[in-house]
């Protein structure tokens, strides 16, 4: 293995591992920061790979952070790049829980550790919002757009459809506004 690809591959996990133990709330939380450093500081995707990224490793089983962490990592090095991105986004979450697992139990019943988690999922919204506003400036903007996303949401989040079903129309749907829009530009 070459010397650049070797340091590479030592970058991604450096970066995937500051990226996993400086992050709280998972994936989604985690997406503006692989933006920022995979994209903007490391220049390893573009801006607009992050999109394509969120949709990819939404729609694969497993844990979207570990998903696009893989994504990035092959995409930059292939298979080994892959493996360093993944391992340094999951061992400080799988040392920290590890470790808190024992400690938790002890502490939990105190209301000073209620309330750091309560101040935790509080920015950990912000983080999601963050990353939702990001996601919405990169995407096209356009009625059937509009239509597919909110009717997701409402199938998801109010109605309780299971979301791989709702990731399978709304590509079909997708799929089928893209051909009629195709054939209305021909005619």
Known sequence: MEKNKLKT????FASFFKIGAFTFGG???MIPLIQKEAAQKQG????SDILDIVAIAES???PIAINAATFVGYKTCGFPGAVSAT???VLPSF???FIISFVLEQFEHLRAVQFAFNGIRAGVLALIVQALYSMYKQCPKHPV???ISAGAF???ALLQVNVLLVIILCAAAGLISASVMDRHAKA
Do not use: E, K, N
């Open 9 to 12: 591959i030592f970058q991604l």
């Open 27 to 29: 994936g989604y939380a």
């Open 44 to 47: 390893w995707i573009s801006d």
């Open 60 to 62: 694969t089983p497993g």
């Open 87 to 89: 391992l340094g986004v």
């Open 95 to 97: 040392t920290v829980i």
């Open 145 to 147: 757009s509009y239509c």
């Open 154 to 156: 409402i199938a998801a």
